[in-house]
């Protein structure tokens, strides 16, 4: 495992896919899934079954959904490495997502992919 850091979160969203999407093009993976720091609530099993659908399914882009609503993480094939540094602001790979037609979104069991803990009060809620 290895940690990059990434400098410029100030400037949004963007620079963490950046810098994590760098790392990946160091290693010539594959693909990558992209997972927020503020959705600890999305089980292991999530991310296994977003790698099963890459791996048999042979889609590009991929998001974890719950009751058909798109959550995170997501995956993306190589392929849209290039596109994703480029992307900036406070986004993240949602327009690229939505952008691909073979995008699809993922069904899970797992309400985690739509939680995100975002003030004080959310992280009371889980316990």
Known sequence: ???????????????????????MCEHEADAAVIALGDMPCI?????????TAYVTENRPALAAAYRGQRGNPVLFDAQFFDALVDVTGDVGGRRLLLSVDDGAAVETADPGVLRDI??????????
Request: glycine fraction near 4%; charge should be negative; proline fraction near 2%.
């Open 1 to 23: 495992m290895e940690i990059r850091v990434n400098d410029n979160y100030e400037k949004g969203q963007s620079t963490s896919v950046r810098t994590g999407i760098e790392a």
């Open 118 to 127: 975002d003030r004080p009060s959310d992280l009371r809620d889980l316990e």
């Open 43 to 51: 089980a292991s099993s999530t991310v296994d079954r977003l790698i």
